[in-house]
């Protein structure tokens, strides 16, 4: 099985700092990577996919980067309406959609 | 407008059974998978596996085969998550996303709202 590990677990972060979190794959999955937003108390929503193309509709200040075992997560500025736990997420036929942890991030 | 709509908040005993509904609209809901996603308390998201509606072909993720199972009825957009002998572990938010059309289709694009299900005596 492939695994998904984040890093950090949390963080904390003030408004307009830029916001990193990295997302590592325990073997080769080429750009199969995708990272949810997920608010609390609401559903996930999909913003990036394919390692690095923003979703519909998602703010630009959101990114994504990486291919093979190692992908970047990035917030340019972080908003006060980004607090959210971010989850990377790989698809594969047996295990089928594979989450990372997460990453909470909330303000200092 | 794409939608995913959920069927309600349950409360449930320790052994009985329990179907959650998930219906679709403003897509054809036949040509899209559907997976079923847990999230239990404080916790991360599982994928329990994926129902194709047109055909009603299912995969289920290894570890919930068995536990769980999908249905769907393509006349009213809608499918289903069945959960029996229901344990305290069963306790979760459960979400129904849609399967997106990025490469392969290995994201969920579009996401019911959730469905809380407590089990508790």
């Not at chain 1, 559903?43 to 990114?63: C, H, Q």
């Not at chain 1, 917030?75 to 990372?100: M, N, R």
């Not at chain 2, 009603?56 to 957009?77: C, E, L, M, N, W």
Request: proline share 4%.
């Amino acid at each position: 099985d492939i695994q998904m590990t984040q890093s950090p677990s949390s963080l904390s972060a003030s408004i307009g700092d830029r916001v990193t979190i990295t997302c590592q794959a325990s073997q080769d999955i080429s750009n199969y990577l995708n990272w949810y937003q997920q608010k609390a108390g609401k559903a996930p929503k999909l913003l990036i996919y394919d390692a690095s193309n923003l979703e519909t509709g998602v703010p630009s200040r959101f990114g994504g980067s990486g291919s093979g075992t190692h992908f970047t997560f990035t917030i340019s500025s972080l908003q006060a309406e980004d607090t959210a736990t971010y989850y990377c997420q790989h698809y594969d036929s047996v295990a089928l959609f594979t989450f990372g942890p997460g990453t909470k991030v909330d303000f200092k | 407008e794409v939608q995913l709509v959920q069927s309600g908040a349950e409360m449930k005993k320790p052994g009985e059974s329990l179907k959650i509904s998930c219906k679709g609209s403003g897509y054809d809901f036949n040509t899209h998978w559907i997976a079923w996603v847990r999230q239990m308390p404080g916790k991360g998201l599982e994928c329990l596996g994926i129902i194709y509606p047109r055909d009603s072909d299912t995969t289920y993720s290894p570890p919930f085969q068995g536990r769980v199972s999908f249905s769907a009825d393509k006349s009213i957009s809608t499918a289903y998550l069945h959960l029996s002998s229901l344990g305290a572990s069963d306790t979760a938010m459960y979400f129904c996303a849609r399967r997106g059309l990025c490469r392969g289709g290995s994201c969920l694009d579009f996401w019911g709202q959730g469905t809380l299900v407590i089990v508790s005596s």
